[in-house]
């Protein structure tokens, strides 16, 4: 049998950017040259057709579903994806999409980071489980996120972070640009809330173990004062105080109030709406270069230019938005921290009263030491945590700063237009 082989994917160049723009419903209102090339087929058989049209269907249901699930929330959305043109082909692209005003906006690039090669095979992978194992959307998309969980994003947000920065970075590489700073301090201010959550993370079991030492005093000091005395009310004393710290401590790690999940939410939303905004912004430069397409008339192009410009606009407002927010949470964060480290050192002195008090004797001094010492380590440890979280929270303010200059320059994209409306219903969302 002679073989056949697959259909070439239609060729999609690192320079170019593809949009379009449906309404509620997933029917195709508009798009530039790239868009309509790259699905394959004219103007007047594309305009009006559903966007399942690029629907691939080697593409997991799962990732549709998280997807769907940002955009129906009036969040930007971003992944990989691979689409199907008319003629047969695949091709990949990295889609970074937002609800509009009267629909969905989308614009893609080629996808060529880090990030890109290790979530294809995960795809793959996912779509034989949805296959194999007649998986829903939701339990599809509930898997993928485990899985990312696996490489080491918490959630869908802080791959989709990691993801947006490293592909414009890649592409910047291949097209010869200079160093973007705005790119790099995306990509530094993520290193930074990784370090910041991971110690977060150690500060919580350092305050684990810290709430096991007065325990272990007071049992000690039970059997060398059976009627009480100054080293059982040292112990009741350094049990008091630890257990405020820790109740601070949890209002700003647990819960609504972790303030260290909070920051990161506003950061991951800040970078991937500056990423979106900054893809927008290019491909507005293309758009007004570009030649008319056959079938397109200028007033076409001056009424898309407009919602074009009103998407830029919307997109850089919240970007701003989430950057002063996450801004407003390092220096609480930062405020917080100072507040925690001052009482940590106040625990100093109730650990040198007990050692006072253990070298009184030599059976107290024999039966406290072991603890005491440790409650030194454990305090240094604790304090040099604190100390750490404050300067890292210190350092992306400081980050954070710099992305606000140049995203208060950029509104030369979008002079002010009229407001928007909120994000209307996925439910019944297309494809990407």
Known sequence: MRHIPPPAAPEFAAPELSYSRTCPRGLILSGNS?????????????????????????MPRGFYHLFWQKLGAGEPAVGYVLNRNTGGGGYWVLVAAMPCEGGYFSVRMRPSGPLFGPLRAEYAGL??????????????????????????????????????????RSRDLQLGRPVDREAEALSSLLTLLDETLSEQARLVAQFSDLALLPVNMRLVAARLEPQGGPISQIAVNYKTAS???????AEFVSGKGNLCGRMAHAVRRSLILAGTSRLQGELAEHYR???????????????????????IHDSRISAQASLK????LASVLNDSS?????????????RILARVESRKTAESQAALTATIDRIDEVQASVS????????RATAIDH???????????AGRYAPPPSPVGSAVSAAAGPDV
């Not at 898997?143 to 918490?154: E, Y």
């Open 384 to 391: 040099e945590s604190l100390r750490a979280l404050m300067e």
């Open 243 to 249: 257990e405020e710290i820790a109740r601070r401590l």
């Open 289 to 311: 270069c570009e030649r008319r397409d056959q079938g397109r008339d200028g007033d076409e192009r001056r009424v898309e230019g407009k919602v074009l410009e009103r998407v």
């Open 127 to 168: 779509r034989a489980r949805e296959e194999d194992e007649a998986l829903s959307p939701a339990d599809s998309a509930l898997a993928l996120t485990a899985r990312l969980g696996d490489l080491g994003f918490p959630d869908y947000d802080a791959f989709a972070a990691h993801m947006l920065t490293g592909e414009i």
């Open 34 to 58: 790239v868009f309509r090339r790259l699905v394959g087929l004219p103007w007047r058989e594309l305009i009006g057709a559903s966007h399942n049209v690029v629907r691939h269907p080697d």
């Open 338 to 350: 100072m507040d925690l480290r001052r009482m940590i050192l106040g625990l100093d002195t109730i």
């Open 399 to 409: 980050a954070l700063g710099l992305l606000r200059a140049p995203a208060r320059r």
């Open 325 to 328: 927010e996450a801004g407003r």
